[in-house]
């Protein structure tokens, strides 16, 4: 089993951000943001020769301006379109 350490992410890109509608009787004042991400994790110093992985996310989060709040709503990913990298034995 690899647990993932902050030294295994290799790459975080951010692809998309959409900011969302606000839903009915909502805050004004808090926006609703899904952006997708993109994630390179790999164990070990070289990703050819160490298993790596890619990942694609969708997360959902808030942010409240007046009360300067970040909050994670929800996080999304297809198991199916993990991708292998590198050398898995």
């Known amino acids: 089993m690899w647990k993932i350490q902050d030294s295994d992410i290799r790459e975080l890109k951010l692809r998309q951000i959409h900011i969302e509608k606000h839903p009915d009787g909502g805050s004004q004042t808090t ?3 899904r952006a ?5 994790c790999a164990c070990g110093q070289w990703i050819a020769s160490s298993p790596a992985f890619e990942i694609w996310l969708v997360i959902w989060y808030a942010i409240d301006d007046p009360m300067k709040a970040f909050t994670l709503r929800r996080m999304k990913y297809n198991p199916n379109e993990i991708k292998q990298r590198g050398k898995w034995e």
């Open 31 to 33: 926006e609703v943001i």
């Open 36 to 40: 997708t991400v993109r994630v390179l």
